[in-house]
């Protein structure tokens, strides 16, 4: 078991109601494992994904990673298993707009502090490895939208992470796009043993995943592996 | 790939948008820096002038002020030579020398150079009438022994001797200052063409470091002539008797010469040292502005950037950069604007300083390069306050808000 959530529940505040964008949701997922989590628009979706590690606060519930509770530790803690152990995905690229494709890549590593000779050799590994060594120099906007999101997916493999938080990855890619990241995904989930929780609403990107869970007004109602 | 470098390649990208951010704090420290400049200049100008004139009292004209006497501009007010005369044959004790100069800017070629007349020793020595007063008489200096000799362990250096005293300077003959020797390439004897009429150098003075070195001496005759003002001249330059300044030397100098400003050495430097004060709370005053204008500016443009990034902060804070990396970040980037700005302004301020100084103060402002250090030193810090909050607020951010996508 890698990570583990039990009776997770997030209240958001909103004008003056209150809304259950997780209503005591409880899962399991294993290590190597390729999760998808698929749901209705506004399910609590991508408020499971980010708030596992702490890019949402939790209202209650707890949260086990690699065997220790993470719910209840401080921001610098998950900040730094954010650093050390988790890499995310998100359906806008999220890239830095000034930085070059491989200074992108390397950001993961400059917060590691690894020295910088070091850096570029495994950023160009993994360039090379998401099929973009010919791209280095690009900015991102001087990229299409598929390279954009194997840059996107080489920094958040580049430190070596357990687990990939992917929220939507393929959401702004036409379909043969969406296969090649999809495919990527999985080639990373089988190689590396890196295990992967990938939110979605597609059905043929729901089809990789080894363990299913579907989210219907912030619960659970079906899982499947 | 380290977070400084991030920093400088985000400042460098952006940066047309240093320009507006950098405008407040640049333009502060350069008016301190110009205001510095040129007073401390002046303020030193004006204790070597007077250490140098070897007099204790001047005699001007109604409403010359001492910058007239040391600009000398074209239309600088004159008095009449046989005011001279008057206090010679008045009854006044305790005047100990006098010397009377007409000092004019003038052209000599293209350039703009400061032409004083003097009356030379052997000349004055030669007017039976002030020799019989006992003006250069040893009777008058022994009775003032106590000033003089305290005037002379002053004055020793031979620069300032050679100057206080010459003997002689005949008529077509002329002093020229080092300044002045430099710039129109002089050497003793060579002859050399001041408003129409060839005068010959006798000697090119050494350098006393006043703006004696910018002036040509020449006899005041000659001058006189020169400049069509027969019998007029700038200012009577008294040694007076210590004793006798305070036994009301000044009063009784005012009362026989009633259209003039009697004033000791004393007056001027307390005035300038009233001038001097005025600057210093001037100077006081808007560093306290610029503390606040440029830091609310530089913390104004750090915010406007932060909110700019706030997606680019969620990103990172994803990617696991905790809070200090995001402070980092900020303060660095105000830490670099607070160095730019220090440099930019000390340029500015000094470039302004020493082109203005000459036209507003009439003097030489030199760069004072210890003010760089200062210069950064204040710009940073006030860069570094400005920018506190704004960085405090960016490393609160909710990561998650700011992912959201758009
Ligand atoms: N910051 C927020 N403030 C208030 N309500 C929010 C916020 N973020 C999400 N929600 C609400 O929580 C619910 C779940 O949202 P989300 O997790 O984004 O769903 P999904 O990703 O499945 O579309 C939705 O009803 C949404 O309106
Ligand atoms: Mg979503």
Redesign the interface.
């Known amino acids: 078991m890698i990570l583990q959530g039990d009776k997770i529940v997030k209240q958001y505040n909103h004008k003056g109601g209150r809304i259950n964008a997780l209503d005591h949701v409880s899962f399991s997922v294993n290590k190597g494992d390729f999760v998808t989590v698929t749901g209705p628009s506004g399910s609590g979706k991508s408020t499971l994904l980010l708030s596992l590690f702490g890019l949402i606060r939790l209202s209650s519930g707890t949260v086990m990673f690699d065997g220790k509770r993470i719910d209840n530790i401080t921001d610098r803690h998950l900040t730094d298993i954010r650093k050390k152990s988790v890499g995310y995905i998100l359906q806008s690229f999220a890239l830095i707009p000034y930085l070059t494709t491989i200074q992108n890549v390397m950001i993961p590593l400059a917060l590691e502090k690894i020295p910088v000779n070091e850096q570029v050799k495994r950023a160009t590994e993994i360039l090379d490895y998401v099929g973009l060594s010919d791209r280095k120099e690009h900015l991102p906007r001087e990229l299409s939208a598929g390279q954009q999101q194997r840059v996107a997916i080489a920094r958040s493999i580049v430190h070596h992470p357990q687990i990939i938080m992917a929220d939507e990855p393929t959401g702004n890619l036409d379909p043969t796009l969406s296969l090649e990241i999809l495919e990527f995904l999985k080639k990373i989930n089988l190689d590396n043993k890196i295990t992967i929780m990938m939110v979605t609403h597609s059905p043929i990107a729901a089809e990789y995943g080894t363990m299913k869970l579907h989210l219907n007004d912030g619960k659970i109602v079906n899982q499947k592996s | 790939?380290?977070?400084s470098?991030?920093v400088l390649?985000?400042l460098w990208?952006?940066k047309s948008q240093l320009i507006t951010g950098l405008l407040a704090i640049t333009l502060g420290i350069a008016v301190i820096v110009a205001i510095q400049s040129v007073s401390v200049v002046s303020e030193q100008n004006v204790a070597r002038n007077l250490d140098n004139l070897g007099a204790n009292i001047l005699v001007l004209p109604q409403g010359a002020s001492i910058d007239d006497y040391y600009t000398s501009d074209i239309d600088a007010p004159t008095l009449p030579m046989d005011y001279v005369e008057r206090i010679l044959t008045s009854t006044i004790a305790g005047v100990d020398n006098m010397s009377p100069k007409l000092t004019r800017r003038v052209k000599v070629g293209n350039q703009s150079v400061v032409l004083t007349g003097i009356l030379p020793k052997s000349e004055i020595a030669s007017k039976p009438l002030w020799q019989s007063s006992g003006l250069l008489g040893a009777q008058l200096k022994t009775a003032c022994a106590p000033s003089s000799s305290a005037n002379q362990s002053h004055g020793m250096e031979d620069t300032k001797l050679q100057r206080k005293a010459i003997d002689t300077l005949y008529s077509e003959d002329c002093l020229v200052g080092s300044q002045v020797a430099q710039r129109l390439k002089l050497s003793a004897n060579s002859k050399i063409n001041i408003v129409g009429k060839e005068f010959k150098v006798v000697k090119i003075l050494s350098e006393t470091g006043t703006v004696d070195d910018d002036r040509i001496f020449a006899n005041l005759k000659d001058v006189q002539t020169l400049l069509k003002l027969e019998n007029q001249v700038s200012a009577i330059e008294i040694m007076g008797c210590c004793n006798a300044i305070s036994e009301g030397l000044l009063g009784q100098l005012r009362n026989i010469l009633p259209d003039t400003r009697v004033t000791t050495i004393g007056q001027i430097v307390s005035t300038q040292i009233e001038t001097n004060q005025l600057m210093k709370k001037i100077t006081l005053v808007m560093l306290i502005i610029i503390f606040f204008v440029g830091g609310i500016s530089i913390g104004n443009y750090i915010w406007a950037n932060v909110n700019e990034r706030k997606?680019?902060i969620g990103?990172?804070?994803?990617?696991?950069?905790?809070?200090s990396?995001i402070y980092k970040m900020f303060l660095l980037k105000a830490l670099i604007l607070g160095i730019a700005g220090g440099i930019l302004g000390f340029l500015l301020g000094t470039i302004a300083g020493v082109v203005l100084g000459p036209y507003l103060a009439g003097i030489i402002v030199k760069p004072l390069y210890l003010y760089l250090l200062w210069s950064v030193l204040l710009s940073v810090a006030i860069s570094l306050a400005g920018s506190l909050i704004p960085t405090y607020l960016a490393a609160k951010f909710d990561?998650?808000n700011n992912?959201q996508?758009d």
């Open positions: 790939m380290t977070i470098k991030l390649i985000e990208k952006r997606r680019e990103i990172l804070r994803m990617m696991g950069a905790d809070r990396t990561p998650h992912l996508e």
